[in-house]
């Protein structure tokens, strides 16, 4: 079974920091693609950041220039770091990334997502 195992989130001040990480069970399952979501409470799922195979990078506008998503190739993972944070931002974050099995089917997968609170 296809695992997304992440962690980071918690509680920070306005202005704060946060790294979340996505880790894959890299036994069955290589990532191709990866991306971070958010859902606030009432609103929809929306993206974050996503990061392709050969590291090209997309942000939501509201992100950019104080969130920064990376990927380490040889742990199977991704990575969500959020600087100067704000109140908005809060949500639960959730990890999804594409990629091949270990038996050549093409899946996508999601994390079991992480609570993200800021406090102003």
């Known amino acids: 079974q296809v695992q997304l195992v992440e962690s980071g989130g918690g509680l920070v001040q306005a202005g704060g920091s946060l790294r979340l990480s996505c880790t894959a069970n890299g036994s069955i399952f290589t990532i191709n693609v990866g991306g971070w979501y958010r859902q606030a409470p009432g609103k929809q799922r929306e993206l974050v950041a996503g990061i392709s195979s050969r590291g090209s990078t997309n942000y939501q506008d509201s992100v950019k220039g104080r969130f920064t998503i990376s990927r380490d190739n040889a742990k199977n993972a991704t990575y969500l770091q959020m600087n100067s944070l704000r109140p908005e931002d809060t949500a639960v974050y959730y990890c999804?990334?594409?990629?091949?099995?270990?038996?050549?089917?093409?899946?996508?997968?999601w994390g079991q997502g992480t609570q993200v609170t800021v406090s102003s």
């Open positions: 999804n990334a594409e990629g091949r099995t270990s038996t050549g089917d093409y899946v996508t997968v």
